[in-house]
């Protein structure tokens, strides 16, 4: 099983929208990840959002991009300060590859969970815009597949 770890694209600060859409930097750069994605044979029976604005746009941008008909749905569990230990029980009852869309501080902490089983420390970091994708070669062993950066995927 595969699982894609990703954070939201750049959104607006909330001074200038409350909702925090992505800015027109965001929607580019999720649209080149989720181009990244499709010629890199990246397929997924899901994609799993925290239902913030932010995250939903990347989620629905990205799954427009891939092959298939991708659910994308929102789940309680995956806002930046939920536990990290609530979100693994999410992937790990799933069977298929998935992503998951979210945000910091939870997205570090629980790659970190998955691959050593704690939190802390962090092992990899975000930007807006970054996929993880971790391997799960047999039940409760992860590790780091690939990570790529918005700054990677060029302009």
Partial sequence: MKLYLVQHGDAASSE????RPLTPKGRRDVERLGEFLVRNGVSVSCIIHSGKLRAQQTAEAIASRLPGNV???AREGL???DRARAAA???VDSGDNMMV?????????????LVTGSKEPALV????????CLERSEPGRWTVAWMVRPELLGQ
């Fill in 16 to 19: 200038t929208d409350g909702a």
């Fill in 71 to 73: 659910a994308v749905e």
């Fill in 79 to 81: 806002n930046p300060n």
């Fill in 89 to 91: 029980q999410l992937v």
């Fill in 101 to 113: 869309v979210g945000h910091l501080p939870l997205l570090s902490k629980l790659v970190s969970r």
């Fill in 125 to 132: 970091t975000f930007l807006p815009g970054t996929a993880v």
